[in-house]
């Protein structure tokens, strides 16, 4: 069976430092993996999603890698910024097309 | 704009009661699902469907009900026979295919049982 697992839980940084935050999977039978965003009490919001295929997306200041054999993928935010502050929350998709979802990583950027 | 409207944004539940939650979608997707999310955890697989008429169980699916009689609704149903209902559900849906993407998420509804 599938599990996701992120690291750290929660994170807290000063404005402008750059961060990663970890996602690993168990199943390296994949289609994608995506990472979202979520405020509080909100829905979630992709912010990249990387084929099984490829190596890493970029959009802005995000970064995301995936390396399919280690079960890994690392989301890199570049000078973080107080409205970067959310869960984030890393998910593959196996074999019947359903999202498994990680536990998040909690990240609040202080000003 | 296309989206998934969900409601209500709030619900409370009465011991022994069950209550539907609404979700519909006008993105003309095949795939609809529904997650509950405990605090400080991530997304659990509650029901979902491919195609109208049709669903399947998730890994949580035991006190739950769904319908799928048209392709833009999804409603969820929360029986008695779920003995801790409080959480956040979200609903979502996609293309078919959805390898290359294309989840949309609902806002979401916060159930509390009172």
């Known amino acids: 069976k599938q599990e996701v697992t992120q690291i750290p839980a929660a994170l807290s940084v000063p404005e402008g430092e750059n961060l990663v935050l970890n996602c690993s999977f168990t199943?390296?039978?994949?289609?994608?993996l995506q990472w979202f965003r979520q405020d509080p009490g909100k829905g979630l919001t992709s912010l990249l999603l990387?084929?099984?295929?490829?190596r890493e997306q970029t959009s802005g200041r995000l970064n995301a890698s995936l390396d399919k054999s280690s079960g890994r993928s690392t989301l890199y935010i570049a000078a973080s910024q107080p409205g970067d502050s959310a869960t984030y929350l890393c998910?593959?998709?196996?074999?019947?097309?359903?999202?498994?979802f990680g536990s998040g990583t909690r990240l609040l950027v202080r000003p | 704009d296309g989206g998934i409207t969900q409601s209500p944004k709030y619900l409370f539940r009465k011991e022994g009661q069950n209550v539907t939650l609404s979700c519909e979608q006008n993105?003309?997707?095949?795939?609809m699902y529904w997650y509950r999310q405990d605090p400080g955890q991530g997304l659990r697989l509650i029901y979902y469907?491919?195609?109208?008429?049709?669903?399947q169980k998730g890994d949580i699916a035991e006190g739950y009900s769904v319908s799928r009689e048209k392709k833009e609704s999804f409603p969820l149903t929360v029986t008695s026979a779920q003995k801790n209902p409080t959480a956040f559900y979200l609903c979502?849906?996609?293309?078919?295919?959805?390898?290359?993407?294309?989840?949309?998420f609902g806002s979401g509804t916060r159930l509390t049982v009172v």
């Open positions: 979502a849906s996609s293309i078919a295919d959805a390898t290359y993407g294309g989840y949309t």
């Open positions: 199943d390296s039978a994949i289609y994608n």
């Open positions: 993105l003309n997707h095949d795939a």
């Open positions: 998910a593959v998709m196996d074999s019947s097309y359903k999202l498994i």
């Open positions: 469907s491919q195609i109208v008429n049709d669903f």
């Open positions: 990387i084929q099984s295929s490829q």
